[in-house]
């Protein structure tokens, strides 16, 4: 994992450190998939306050942390606030498809259950 140099700095892990069963662990919840699809949806990085979680601060710096951890976002200090991209290119290189069929799942899923 890249090392924090700096307090403002945050550590990542490389494309080569990225781990399936890590990634696999941070999209099955909820909230972080969640998080997930909303960046999947932008066009451009999202500061966290962008996100209307039902959850204390705490807690979802908590969930951006698992996220960062696995390699799932990118996250980088942009004057006060934190911004977040998804690692799209990363993980399409390594997990081919696996981004795309997890959101496609997740979209299937709720048309599913909105129709019950």
């Given at each position: 994992m890249t090392a924090a140099t700096s307090t403002r700095e945050l550590a990542h892990p490389s494309r080569a450190e990225i781990r399936l069963e890590d990634v696999l662990n941070a999209l099955s919840?909820?909230?972080r998939l969640g998080?997930?699809?909303q960046l999947a949806g932008s066009d451009s990085e999202l500061s966290c306050s962008?996100?209307?979680l039902p959850v204390t601060k705490s807690t979802s710096t908590y969930h951006f942390r698992v996220l960062?951890?696995?390699g799932v976002v990118q996250q980088v200090y942009r004057g006060t606030a934190k911004m977040n991209g998804?690692?799209?290119a990363d993980l399409d290189a390594l997990f081919p498809g696996l981004l795309d069929s997890v959101l496609g799942a997740a979209a299937g899923q709720d048309a599913r259950l909105?129709?019950?």
């Open positions: 919840d909820p909230l998080i997930v699809r962008c996100f209307a960062r951890e696995s998804l690692r799209a909105a129709a019950v």
